[in-house]
T-cell receptor, first 116, second 114 residues
Framework: AQKVTQAQTEISVVEKEDVTLDCVYETRDTTYYLFWYKQPPSGELVFLIRRNSFDEQNEISGRYSWNFQKSTSSFNFTITASQVVDSAVYFCALSEQVGGYNKLIFGAGTRLAVHP | DVKVTQSSRYLVKRTGEKVFLECVQDMDHENMFWYRQDPGLGLRLIYFSYDVKMKEKGDIPEGYSVSREKKERFSLILESASTNQTSMYLC?????????????FGDGTRLSIL
C-alpha cells in the first residue's frame, strides 16, 4: 500500500539553525509525484513544491531546499537559517493513482517550532 | 491567486444534528476534495469530485456525504453528527487529474460535536 512516513512528530530549534524534515514513502507506481505543504497557525495548507519520480535533481528556493533520493525512497526538506515565521506544521504527500484518478496520501506531519 | 473559501472557521453542533460544511473556489477547477485532519494522522480524504454532480469516495467516507451542484461549490454533509466526527475539516481544489497539479486549500473548519 502507498504510505508516507514523517518520523519526526515535533522539532524545536533556535532561530538561524538549519533544520531538516524527513519524509520516507512507499509506492508500487513507477511514475509518481511528491509534494510538501506548509500549514501555519492560520490553518491553510500552502503548497511548497512538487517533484516527479523521474527528476532526482535537488531543488533550492531561497532558504528552502529539497533532497529527493529514489534509492532510499526519501524526499527530505531542509530550511537553512530558520526564522520564527517558519514555525508551522509541514506535510509531505505522495500522489496515488486510483481508477484513473490521482489522489494525495499525506504523512502525519512534522510540527516545527522556531524560537527567537 | 486561487482562493478556496470555507464558510465557517469554527462550528459547534450537537450529536444527531445534520451538519453542512460549504466550500467555494474561484479558479474554475474541475476537482474538489474534502479532508479531515486529526493529530498524528495527517490529512485523510473523505470524498472528492472531478466534475459537477460527480463524486468518489475517499479513504474514510462513512458517516459523510457530499454534494456538487455547481462547479465552484462542494458541500460536505454529516448526516447525523457524532462525537467522533469532531475534527478539523479542510477543503481543496485543483486542476484536472493526470497532471498532478497541486491542490489549493481553504483555511479549514474546526468542527466540535457535543
Amino acid at each position: 500500500a502507498q504510505k508516507v512516513t514523517q518520523a519526526q512528530t515535533e522539532i524545536s530549534v533556535v532561530e538561524k539553525e538549519d533544520v531538516t524534515l524527513d519524509c520516507v514513502y512507499e509506492t508500487r507506481d513507477t511514475t509518481y509525484y511528491l509534494f510538501w505543504y506548509k500549514q501555519p497557525p492560520s490553518g491553510e495548507l500552502v503548497f511548497l513544491i512538487r517533484r516527479n519520480s523521474f527528476d532526482e535533481q535537488n531543488e533550492i528556493s531561497g532558504r528552502y531546499s529539497w533532497n529527493f533520493q529514489k534509492s532510499t525512497s526519501s524526499f527530505n526538506f531542509t530550511i537553512t537559517a530558520s526564522q520564527v515565521v517558519d514555525s508551522a506544521v509541514y506535510f509531505c504527500a505522495l500522489s496515488e493513482q486510483v481508477g484513473g484518478y490521482n489522489k494525495l496520501i499525506f504523512g502525519a506531519g512534522t510540527r516545527l517550532a522556531v524560537h527567537p | 491567486d486561487v482562493k478556496v473559501t470555507q464558510s465557517s472557521r469554527y462550528l459547534v453542533k450537537r450529536t444527531g444534528e445534520k451538519v453542512f460544511l460549504e466550500c467555494v473556489q474561484d479558479m474554475d477547477h474541475e476537482n474538489m476534495f474534502w479532508y479531515r485532519q486529526d493529530p498524528g494522522l495527517g490529512l485523510r480524504l473523505i470524498y472528492f469530485s472531478y466534475d459537477v454532480k460527480m463524486k468518489e469516495k475517499g479513504d474514510i467516507p462513512e458517516g459523510y456525504s457530499v454534494s456538487r451542484e455547481k462547479k465552484e461549490r462542494f458541500s460536505l454533509i454529516l448526516e447525523s453528527a457524532s462525537t467522533n466526527q469532531t475534527s478539523m475539516y479542510l477543503c481543496a481544489s485543483g486542476r484536472e487529474f493526470g497532471g498532478n497539479q497541486p491542490q489549493h486549500f481553504g483555511d479549514g473548519t474546526r468542527l466540535s460535536i457535543l
